[in-house]
């Protein structure tokens, strides 16, 4: 409550109206929904529940119920698997617009992987039974859906593909090219560590460093203030193929 003069003043919280269109804004943007009209989106938006997650959190861990699909508002997450040993494997980081757990929309099953906010995050959550309900009303949903696991899928053959083909410096390259703005000279989208990238590749951070150092001693990346900048692209992508 403000006071001007005498007369006590109230400002009444957002409608709920406007917290939906708010929502369904941001759907819009979100690739499995990017198709729908204004009201389908407003159908999915008056589904979803907001969680806030602080730096470090772990959002859902393997073998947890599988029974909603998140979609990162804000922030960022990273999708991991933890060996016995400790050792962390990096699957995937995700932003704004990104998503996970599709497949227990589909199959219901527990988390294949552990999902960790690595910056304070907010998240939409659709439940496994709601979101379902609407898809329904929805169908054009259900086949985005069919269209993100097939790419990936995609993603993740070529991704063993190139734990098989490539050496280190290889899957390095690969790695800057597939986080890397488009064309020339590029720079990363996200700021990667030599420890993620290793953790993303299955290397020591060590033999990382020693590819990163290469690269820039040919002079295909340049690295500023933690910045990396590739400045030969063409001779960066002939690095990222396997050689036969």
């Known amino acids: 409550m403000v006071t001007f003069g005498t007369t006590p003043v109230r400002f009444a919280p957002p409608s709920m109206s406007v917290s939906l269109d708010r929502i369904a804004d941001f759907l819009s943007t979100v690739p499995l929904f990017r198709e729908l009209d204004r009201a ?60 996970f757990g599709e497949l227990a929309l589909i199959d219901g099953r527990p988390r294949s992987a552990h999902v960790m906010a690595t910056t304070a995050s907010s ?36 991704t063993i593909g190139s734990l098989v083909l490539l050496d280190v410096p290889g899957r390095v390259a690969k790695v800057l090219l597939e986080n890397a703005t488009p064309g020339a000279p590029a720079t990363l989208i996200k700021p990667l ?20 150092a290469e690269f820039q001693e040919r002079g295909l990346i340049s690295v500023q203030r933690r910045q990396v900048t590739i400045t030969d692209r063409p001779a960066l992508e002939t690095r990222s193929r396997p050689r036969l």
């Open 40 to 99: 389908a989106l407003r159908g999915f938006a008056e589904i979803t529940r907001e969680q806030k997650y602080a730096k470090g959190a772990m959002i859902v861990s393997e073998g947890d119920p599988g029974d909603a699909l998140y979609l990162v508002r804000s922030g960022e997450v990273k999708v991991m698997l933890v060996g016995e040993d400790g050792r962390e494997v990096i699957l995937g980081q995700l932003g704004v617009s990104d998503h």
């Open 123 to 158: 998240l939409l959550v659709l439940r496994r039974a709601d979101f379902r309900r609407q898809v329904e009303q929805q169908p054009q949903v259900g086949w985005s859906l069919l269209m993100e696991l097939s790419r990936r899928l995609r993603q993740a053959d070529g």
């Open 193 to 212: 560590t030599h420890q993620t990238i290793a953790q993303m590749i299955g290397a020591s951070r060590e033999t990382v460093s020693r590819a990163m």
